[in-house]
């Protein structure tokens, strides 16, 4: 049985679809769940609906213990809900980051302490842990969405020590970019500063206007993970992510070769 956060529209919608059509179970969990009734019309018996804000603790562990009442245990569980906080670092208010924060982070950690206990009970289960190929360092003004998830992927790494010896698992999904509607449905804008007009400017032409390949394209390599019995801690989700992921690795790796004297002057 899947149990799938953020499961409305993007990647956890896409997640959702290939489970069901896999002849898996499926609890859907999001904000609003009215985007799924076509999928509940073609898998009544299959498929259940969970009203959910990640950022409520309390409702995270009652919804968890909803799913596993539903259909009697839990097998894969995909920690995707998040939205993005698109600004400069200076322009985000402090309402803002907390805002993103307790879904991009600290939603996922309690979706995360609701279901551990269900998952070393079981003595199996796997964790989906959905970050992003950005995770490893920040980018003008997708700052703090990086954070968030660079905050989930550490811990997360650390999870995967704690619930080892149960027979657990947990994957970190570095995913590249898919036309999941996060920078549109899925966005808070900063008030723009007009110190940042020229970047600004830079950045748009930099992106451009490709959406990235539909979240359905990433579905598969998530389906074959989740049914590994050794599956990785860590995988980059995109061919072309990959390539940029092992630039940014290799270019840090020269950095810290570069500035090794100053390195080794301190003995710590």
């Known amino acids: 049985m899947w149990f799938i956060t953020g499961a409305s529209r993007g990647l956890g919608r896409a997640f959702a679809e290939a489970a069901l059509a ?18 509940v019309q073609r898998y009544p018996d299959d498929l259940v609906r969970l009203p959910l804000d990640v950022s409520d603790r309390t409702a995270v562990f009652e919804g968890v213990d909803r799913a596993v009442a539903a259909f009697g245990r839990l097998d894969v569980v995909v920690n995707n809900a998040g939205a993005m906080l698109l600004g400069m670092v200076e322009e985000a208010t402090e309402e803002q980051l907390r805002a993103h924060f307790d879904v991009n982070f600290f939603g996922a ?4 302490q609701a279901v551990v206990p269900h998952l070393r ?11 992003s190929m950005g995770a ?19 811990i997360s790494q650390a999870l995967a020590m704690e619930v080892e010896p149960f027979g657990v698992k947990v994957t970190i999904l570095g995913m590249g970019g898919y036309d999941t509607g996060l920078f549109t449905a899925g966005t808070t804008m900063t008030e723009p500063n007009p110190a940042y007009a020229e970047l600004r400017a830079r950045l748009a ?3 451009g206007d490709d959406a990235g390949p539909d979240p359905s394209t990433a579905a598969p390599v998530v389906m074959e993970v989740a049914g590994m019995p050794e599956p990785p801690t860590r995988l980059v989700v995109g061919s072309a992510s ?9 270019g840090r790796a020269e950095q810290y070769r570069a500035w090794e004297r100053l390195s080794r002057m301190a003995p710590g």
Do not use: C
Request: proline share 2%.
């Open 136 to 154: 490893g360092g920040g980018f003008a003004s997708t700052g703090m969405y990086a954070a968030g998830k660079s905050a989930l992927d550490s």
């Open 242 to 250: 990959y390539d940029i992921v092992l630039q940014l690795e290799q």
């Open 205 to 207: 032409e930099m992106w």
């Open 121 to 131: 009970a079981q003595g199996s289960g796997h964790l989906l842990q959905v970050t």
């Open 109 to 112: 950690v309690w979706v995360t």
């Open 22 to 39: 896999a002849g898996d179970q499926v609890v859907a969990a999001a904000r609003n769940v009215q985007p799924l009734e076509d999928l």
